[in-house]
């Protein structure tokens, strides 16, 4: 199992509609998980933290799951401009705590 | 500066050549990691330093890879002998500590070899 695996998408939604990505990870000792957004040919941005009781930032929820090792994110009323490669990122330790990408998930929204 | 600098945004090599990448982190950051995202793939991690520790190099995918920081700040990256498997962007990070904070990256390096 990779330490951090998503679903690459693309999901392909409507403006207005409702999408949820989840990300499970392999590392039941990480304590700190972050969702960051990429734009194409951009560096990656943080997007929100996420906290064991759950964040809410706006349209955007983020929620763990430590039972079934998945961290999730909900964005409601897509806007147009929230077309980008989402990224989960667990701290997995080796020597030491590494911030671990995932691969991304893509979303387009469409008209 | 405000931000994490890279120098320089783009680089074209010849095969075999060698390369030498540059990061300047957030001022007062500890923590300097150097990732590399290949077209279409998700970000693979290479080195990782902090503070006046040893790095962890664990990442690094041959002995062609090296990378220094100097006086806890600016770090390079160095490619040897490189290869076209080697064209990716290198995007470094810092952050104020290790592992649970948000870390702040670069616009990265284009490397294309030819």
């Known amino acids: 199992r990779k330490e951090v695996e998503q679903d690459p998408g693309p999901f392909n939604v409507p403006e207005g509609a409702t999408v949820a990505f989840n990300c499970t990870y392999s590392?039941?000792?990480?304590?700190?998980f972050f969702w960051y957004r990429q734009d194409c040919r951009k560096e990656p941005k943080l997007l929100m933290s996420?906290?064991?009781s759950g964040n809410e930032d706006g349209r955007f929820t983020a929620q763990l799951n430590r039972a079934s090792q998945y961290i999730s994110l909900l964005i409601r009323d897509s806007k147009l401009s929230d077309s980008a490669t989402y990224l989960c990122?667990?701290?997995?330790?080796?020597?030491?705590?590494?911030?671990?990408f995932g691969r991304g998930t893509s979303l387009i929204v469409h008209p | 500066g405000a931000g994490v600098s890279q120098s320089p945004s783009n680089k074209v090599t010849e095969k075999g050549k060698d390369v030498e990448l540059r990061c300047d982190p957030i001022s007062g950051h500890t923590a300097l990691y150097w990732y590399r995202q290949s077209l279409g793939q998700g970000l693979e991690f290479l080195i990782y330093?902090?503070?006046?520790?040893?790095?962890?190099k664990s990442g690094l995918p041959s002995d062609r890879f090296s990378a220094e920081r100097t006086g806890g700040s600016v770090s390079t990256l160095t490619i040897q002998r490189t290869q076209q498997e080697d064209s990716a962007v290198y995007l470094c990070?810092?952050?104020?500590?290790?592992?649970?904070?948000?870390?702040?990256f670069g616009q990265g390096t284009r490397l294309t070899v030819v």
């Open positions: 590392n039941s000792a990480s304590q700190s």
């Open positions: 990122v667990v701290p997995i330790k080796g020597g030491s705590y590494i911030p671990t």
């Open positions: 330093f902090q503070g006046n520790s040893a790095p962890d």
């Open positions: 996420v906290y064991s």
């Open positions: 990070a810092s952050s104020a500590q290790t592992g649970g904070t948000e870390a702040f």
